[in-house]
Nanobody, 122 residues
Framework: QVQLVESGGGLAQAGGSLSLSCAAS????????MAWFRQAPWKEREFVAT????????YYADSVRGRFTISRDNAKNMGYLQMSRLKLEDTAIYYC???????????????WGQGTQVTVSS
């Protein structure tokens, strides 16, 4: 099973940008869809974005569409989430995940990273 490690989180000002990375190892990362989810304190984990195996098709949550960009580099076993025009409500722990199919449900993903904290301040 693939292992995932997120990096790139931190503190950003509202309106600013951050880039997250997801490094995969130990499994067939390139053969599975990849997604980003996030979880804010006292809230359920929510879908952010997902990308198909080839990277050609991407889906976004309404709350981030137009501000976030998901991508992947299968040759490097890497996934990315470029975040811009950050808002206070983007504050959360961000997780990358891989699964059997492209989906917005966390139940469809079986490999998860440990998460990286993103904090947006005013």
């Amino acid at each position: 099973q693939v292992q995932l490690v997120e990096s790139g989180g931190g503190l950003a000002q509202a309106g600013g940008s951050l880039s997250l990375s997801c490094a995969a190892s130990g499994g067939a990362f390139s053969g599975n869809p990849m997604a980003w989810f996030r979880q804010a304190p006292w809230k359920e984990r929510e879908f952010v974005a997902t990308v198909t195996t080839s990277g050609g098709v991407k889906y976004y949550a309404d709350s981030v569409r137009g501000r976030f960009t998901i991508s992947r580099d299968n040759a490097k076993n890497m996934g990315y989430l470029q975040m811009s025009r950050l808002k206070l409500e983007d504050t959360a722990i961000y997780y990358c995940a891989t699964g059997a199919r492209t989906s917005s449900s966390p139940k469809d993903y079986y490999s998860w990273g440990q998460g990286t904290q993103v904090t947006v301040s005013s």
